[in-house]
């Protein structure tokens, strides 16, 4: 009986394992307009890059404080209107129910930050509170570019754009920072700062 109980444990924590990571899977894509290679990521119905978009459009984008190594780490800084053209063939940037989706499937607002967030010191600043990965999202903090050109939080924010407007001028954004578990959306994003982007697949 004593054995019948432990074979009966194994098993249900095989099942339960089996279940929390049947619905993501990891893969690679490749950029043919520079041959850049990037990770990607399936979680729930939703296939993401897995990294900072660093494709260059020429126009409205930056390597954080204009240093080009920068951007194998982080990726570009884009205005918003270059964030919209950058994803390549079949991909696209993000709309707010999109990130919605991504953020619920984590388990909310109040808990995805950590959730996303890569784990360790070597891009977020300490303590970086709780970060897990656990879903292989592999968000690093690119910080921003203001409008006057200041560059300020890498190390500290991760802020992507989505498709989302208000207002005209301004677009909606998702962030998180080094010392909260929570992401937070913002709809003050000015479309000529510069933020990172993740790219989603098109359905």
Known sequence: MKNFLLILLFLTKIITVNSQTKDVIYSKFKDKRDNKIYKTVTIGTQTWLAENLAYNTKIGCWAYENNQS???ML???YNWEAANKGCPLGWHLPSESEWLVLIEYLGGESIAGAKLRETGL???RYP???ATNEFGFNARPGGERWGN????EVGIKGLWWSSTTY???NALFIATKYNIIETYFSTIGAKFWGLSVRCIKNK
Do not use: R
């Open 75 to 77: 990726g570009y800084l």
């Open 122 to 124: 070597t891009y977020w």
């Open 128 to 130: 970086n509170t709780q």
């Open 167 to 169: 207002e005209t001028v």
């Open 149 to 152: 050109g200041t560059f300020e």
């Open 70 to 72: 920068n951007v194998e």
